[in-house]
């Protein structure tokens, strides 16, 4: 597959975002070229395309495939599979907040509450105190994840496309 000068660009600026993101290179370049693909390619493809090892590929499917970003689809005639990712970027978008959510904010939450319960008379009461207040903040994060997640996609561009107009509502209401 041969790729254009922007897809190129696209897909090695996507790889430097995922080092900084914490997902290797390789991982987020092979997501980029699925996600830019107007369809389905085969483990080969993607060695060939990318220039890097079948096993590097093989790893980095599994775990693209284990965010939910990249699913396995077969095509007729053809035994291999085939990998496309999710196409959408407000689902994709979302599929990444929610796992992030999961895997670092949900543990952060659950030792906070920990540690909140735990009452230690010799414990630091300065300490104690931020502690308590870093936990109500996580806690509105996370009530308000819950609630921005079960928008509709639509009801949630608007509101994101109101921006700072946001802002001066509220301080009207207030």
């Not at 914490?22 to 389905?40: F, K």
């Not at 608007?158 to 009207?172: E, N």
Request: aromatic share 6%; net charge positive; with cysteine.
């Amino acid at each position: 597959m041969n790729l254009s000068p922007v897809a190129e660009k696209f897909i090695l600026h996507w790889g430097e975002m995922g080092t900084r993101w914490g997902v290797s290179r390789t991982v987020a370049q092979i997501h980029a070229l699925l996600y830019l693909s107007e369809r389905a390619l085969h483990a080969e493809e993607i060695v060939d395309t990318l220039s890097v090892a079948r096993s590097n590929v093989s790893t980095s499917l599994k775990e693209l495939q284990g965010w939910g970003l990249v699913k396995v689809v077969h095509v007729i005639g053809d035994r291999r599979d085939h990998f496309m990712s999710l196409q959408d970027i407000t689902e994709l978008f979302r599929v990444i907040v929610e796992e992030r959510k999961r895997r670092e904010f949900d543990p952060t939450l659950a030792l906070l509450r920990e540690c909140a319960s735990e009452v230690d008379p010799r414990a630091d009461a300065f300490a104690q105190r931020k502690i308590k207040t870093t936990l109500e903040f996580l806690e509105v994060l996370n009530r308000w994840h819950d609630e921005m997640k079960g928008l509709p996609i639509p009801f949630l561009m608007s509101l994101l496309r109101m921006g700072g107009k946001v802002q001066k509502l509220l301080r009207k209401a207030a």
